[in-house]
């Protein structure tokens, strides 16, 4: 069975979910993992550092996103394939197992159209067209290399930045990777390994929901949560059997997601 799980930033920027790492390690023998990271917060923890005060805009839907200038992508690099997918391949190698980290660079993994304006809403609530800058829309993923990796042993974990047309790094949201990376690869199933048990709905914990549910459930759905279940309906869609979103702390939380106790599954 092949699994993309998607480790969150919100667990992130606590470390590396160790719990989930120690998971991995019992069920790698009879299945393909392929880990896809977040990690926004650590990024502007990190500019913040450098001096660089980060952006964020908001536009007409209400999604919330970085404004990624050349030093940001730059900064983002930094963090997100040099800082945090390291320490989550330091952790699978302590569990014994091989992994080797990679961004959308890398191969051509993963490759996104860099979005030449962004349309915002500005303070005064007016809706404007600013330059894109590097942020991208994924285009294409490079499954072969996955396979390379995955038939000699290997465990990839994938940074959530592509390359455009031109060579340029471009920071694409992690959710929306893992979900590519899922369709590309022909995974069985796509894991979102976050800070809550899975999608709530008037307070309860949603067990289960086809992609035509998840997606009428949208607007009742806040950030974070949303582009999670947006990610699992486009996933789906695409091909994957399953899309579960399950807390990343507790016990065996891959086993558990993938048994679809105590979590969210989203199925065709
Ligand atoms: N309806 C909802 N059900 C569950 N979580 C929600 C909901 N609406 C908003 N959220 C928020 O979404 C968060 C998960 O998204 P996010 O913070 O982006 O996590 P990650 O860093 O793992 O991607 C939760 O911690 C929760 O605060
Ligand atoms: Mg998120």
Known sequence: MKVVVKIGGSLMKAGVPEALVQDAAKLSPSHQLVFVH?????????????????????????IRSRYTDRETVEIYQMVMSGLLAKR???????????????????????????????????????????E????????????SLLDLLLGQGYIPVVSPVAVGEEGEPLNIDGDKA?????????????????????????????????????????PKVGFGMQKKVMAAVDAVKAGVK????????????LSKALAHEGCTVVTP
């Open 242 to 253: 399953e899309a579960v979103i399950c807390s990343g702390t507790k016990e065996a939380p």
């Open 38 to 62: 977040g990690g926004g917060d650590v990024v502007t923890e990190y500019a913040n550092r450098l001096g660089k005060e980060q952006r964020f805009v908001v536009s007409p839907e209400g």
């Open 88 to 130: 989550l391949v330091q952790s699978f190698h302590r569990a014994g197992l091989k992994g080797v980290s990679l961004a959308g660079e890398d191969g051509a993994l993963i490759t996104a159209a860099r979005k030449s304006k962004l349309v915002i809403v500005d303070e005064r609530g007016r809706r404007v067209a600013i």
């Open 132 to 143: 894109g800058g590097y942020t991208g829309r994924v285009s294409g993923v490079n499954s």
């Open 178 to 218: 893992a979900a590519s990376i899922a369709a590309g690869a022909g995974a069985d199933a796509v894991v979102f390994a976050t800070n809550v048990e899975g999608l709530s709905l008037d307070g309860s914990l949603v067990r289960r929901l086809s992609a035509e549910e998840a997606r009428a459930s949208l």
